[in-house]
């Protein structure tokens, strides 16, 4: 029986991995049943605001008895669409763009990066780990022949919004952006971004630092 959902606020989807990621390593090492408390316990976060998260969603668990761990994994795992593989492109094959075609850690959840894309000569022929570079004159052509979920734009930040467009125009509905630019995306239609900032995950660090 589908579960019902109910509206999901920007903070529960932001914590849903972090659920995921908690009870993959609690499977992993054992554990076959956690209550809402010991749970909360581990991830720092209310007993009742773990409820009140999986309420959105219909709610998991049973009175008493606390969650199954190996259930309510594979609950999440649905509800974060890693049950379905994706087919994933990176424009900019540089330093980060390589990284990631290079990190295998992406593949046991169904990322697949097919294909990487750059302007400079001397990277377009060339592959990563068996993952052509191709020229970025050709992604559009490759966007229509292909299935491509998820395009991570790596390159300088002065070309991302104009990456993006082509990716959109060309059909692409998830874009994962690394450069330090926020991507603006029309209203009316169904993409979704999702901007990785490293620098503002460090400033913030530095922030606590600072005692300022
Ligand atoms: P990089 O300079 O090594 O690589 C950028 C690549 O993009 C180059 O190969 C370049 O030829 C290519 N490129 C330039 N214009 C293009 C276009 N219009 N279409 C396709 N490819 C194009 O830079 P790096 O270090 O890989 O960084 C990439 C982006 O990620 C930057 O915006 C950077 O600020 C950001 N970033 C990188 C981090 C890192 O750890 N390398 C950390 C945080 C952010």
Same mark, same amino acid.
């Given at each position: 029986?589908?579960? #019902?959902?109910?509206?999901?606020?920007? /903070? =529960?989807?932001?914590?849903?991995?972090?659920?995921?990621?908690?009870?993959?390593?609690?499977?992993?090492?054992? !554990?076959?049943?956690?209550?809402?408390?010991?749970?909360?316990?581990?991830?720092?976060?209310?007993?009742?605001?773990?409820?009140?998260?999986?309420?959105?969603?219909?709610?998991?668990?049973?009175?008493?008895?606390?969650?199954?761990?190996? #259930?309510?994994?594979?609950?999440?795992?649905?509800?974060?669409?890693?049950?379905?593989?994706?087919? =994933?492109?990176? !424009?900019? /094959?540089?330093?980060?763009?390589?990284?990631? &075609?290079?990190?295998? $850690?992406? #593949?046991?959840? $169904?990322?697949? =990066?097919?294909?990487?894309?750059?302007? @400079?000569?001397?990277?377009?022929?060339?592959?990563?780990?068996?993952?052509?570079?191709?020229?970025?004159?050709?992604?559009?052509?490759?966007?229509?022949?292909?299935? =491509?979920? !998820?395009? &991570?734009?790596?390159?300088?930040?002065?070309?991302?919004?104009?990456? /993006?467009?082509?990716?959109?125009?060309? $059909?692409?509905? $998830? !874009?994962? @952006?690394? &450069?330090?630019?926020?991507?603006?995306?029309? @209203?009316?239609?169904?993409?979704?971004?999702?901007?990785?900032?490293?620098?503002?995950?460090?400033?913030?660090?530095?922030?606590?630092?600072?005692?300022?």
């Amino acid at each position: 029986m589908a579960r #019902e959902r109910n509206y999901v606020s920007e /903070a =529960v989807m932001r914590r849903m991995p972090k659920y995921y990621r908690y009870l993959t390593d609690m499977e992993k090492t054992g !554990i076959e049943r956690v209550s809402s408390k010991e749970l909360s316990q581990r991830m720092g976060l209310t007993a009742s605001q773990i409820r009140q998260d999986f309420n959105c969603f219909g709610g998991f668990g049973q009175q008493g008895y606390g969650y199954n761990v190996s #259930e309510l994994r594979q609950e999440i795992h649905k509800i974060l669409g890693l049950h379905n593989e994706h087919h =994933v492109i990176v !424009i900019g /094959a540089g330093n980060l763009g390589q990284a990631l &075609a290079n990190y295998t $850690g992406f #593949e046991k959840d $169904g990322f697949l =990066v097919k294909s990487l894309f750059d302007i @400079n000569p001397r990277l377009i022929g060339m592959s990563i780990r068996g993952i052509p570079i191709h020229d970025v004159d050709e992604m559009e052509n490759y966007i229509k022949e292909n299935q =491509v979920d !998820i395009a &991570a734009i790596c390159t300088p930040k002065e070309k991302a919004q104009e990456v /993006a467009e082509r990716l959109i125009r060309g $059909g692409v509905k $998830g !874009i994962w @952006n690394f &450069a330090a630019v926020d991507i603006v995306v029309p @209203n009316n239609n169904d993409v979704v971004v999702e901007n990785v900032h490293l620098s503002d995950s460090l400033y913030t660090l530095t922030f606590q630092m600072s005692g300022e």
